[in-house]
């Protein structure tokens, strides 16, 4: 019972960290991409050539590694508790 | 209004402060006396300085608890500082199972034995570190939960707290990272919004008095000069 309420807990609770993560680090790519436009075209903060620059980065991003490797959010946790009671139980 | 706030700031580090004290795992220097095995009330207030093993039904109003009696090298400053003096120390030795504190301690039984095996007099005495969580309240029969013991070859050998070390680090880079995100939260959410408010509220705010302006102008062509 006690191990079903971590689990379901666990997870909602580092799901809210996950979704959190997940939209700074989206945020923090797009504004790098709005400034590397900005270096380049000084003056022009909406034209269409620059909403296309930025959604193919962010589609790039998408595709890359770095979002997935939010989801150590839940990975990391786990290897913690298996660790913290190895070295409790065992050791 | 300022000694207000930082009251209440203060008082909420105590809190924080005393739950970390509580909660995080300390070593003492210890010489088991003996052990024993007590039958324990758990249906007032202070069942919240007890454990809850996972194989205890919900609604127990009583159990046995063992514990373990010590005699233990005293020490300032959360055990930084090593005393000459001695003193007594008794730790309860529960299961926390998969609950609250996240030890996940399974092997009271084991430990019981481990403790058992350390047994000393002290004309021989045998010394062991105790890893433990929790406080003697003698007031309100709290006792610390033993967690783990090692024996040692001195009572004066270096304990290094490796786990408290990691958990600070942990805690600051948290701290640090949640700081950015909600900066970055603020500039690029709150503020913009709060633009976009004043940028309409301003528009509002110019039409009414242009408004307002027509109106009194209308109005005073009516009045003689």
Redesign the interface.
């Known amino acids: 019972m006690a191990f079903a309420r971590l689990f379901v807990f666990g997870f909602l609770f580092l799901s809210i960290i996950y979704v959190a993560v997940s939209v700074y680090s989206r945020s923090i790519r797009r504004e790098k991409l709005e400034d590397r436009w900005a270096e380049d075209h000084p003056g022009d903060e909406t034209s269409p050539e620059r909403d296309a620059f930025i959604e193919a980065g962010m589609a790039e991003y998408n595709a890359s590694i770095r979002p997935k490797l939010i989801a150590l959010v839940y990975v990391i946790p786990t290897i913690a508790v298996i660790a913290i009671s190895i070295i409790v139980n065992v050791i | 209004m300022r000694i207000f706030r930082n009251s209440v700031l203060a008082v909420l580090v105590l809190i924080l402060g005393a739950f970390l004290h509580y909660t995080l795992p300390q070593h003492d220097v210890v010489r088991v006396v003996n052990t024993y095995q007590e039958r324990q009330d758990l249906n007032d207030w202070t069942r919240i300085f007890w454990a809850?093993p996972?194989d205890q039904a919900g609604t127990l109003v009583n159990r046995d608890v063992q514990f373990i009696q010590t005699v233990k090298k005293k020490s300032f400053l959360f055990g930084f500082i090593r005393r000459d003096a001695e003193g007594v120390m008794v730790y309860r030795n529960e299961d926390t199972?998969?609950?609250w504190p996240?030890?996940?301690?399974?092997?009271t039984a084991?430990l019981q034995t481990e403790a058992d095996d350390l047994r000393s007099t002290p004309e021989a005495p045998k010394w062991a570190v105790m890893t433990h969580y929790g406080w003697r309240v003698e007031l309100f029969s709290a006792f610390p939960n033993a967690?783990?013991i090692k024996p040692i070859d001195s009572p004066d050998a270096t304990i290094i707290p490796w786990f408290n070390i990691f958990f600070f680090i942990f805690v600051i880079a948290l701290v640090l990272f949640v700081r950015?995100?909600w900066l970055?939260?603020r500039e690029?959410t709150i503020d913009p919004a709060l633009e976009d408010t004043r940028d309409a509220w301003e528009k509002v705010d110019a039409y009414a008095d242009e408004k307002r302006g027509r109106v009194r102008r209308w109005l005073d062509s009516w009045r003689g000069k």
């Open positions: 809850t996972d199972g998969w609950s996240p030890y996940f301690k399974f092997d084991s967690v783990a950015a995100m970055q939260f690029r």
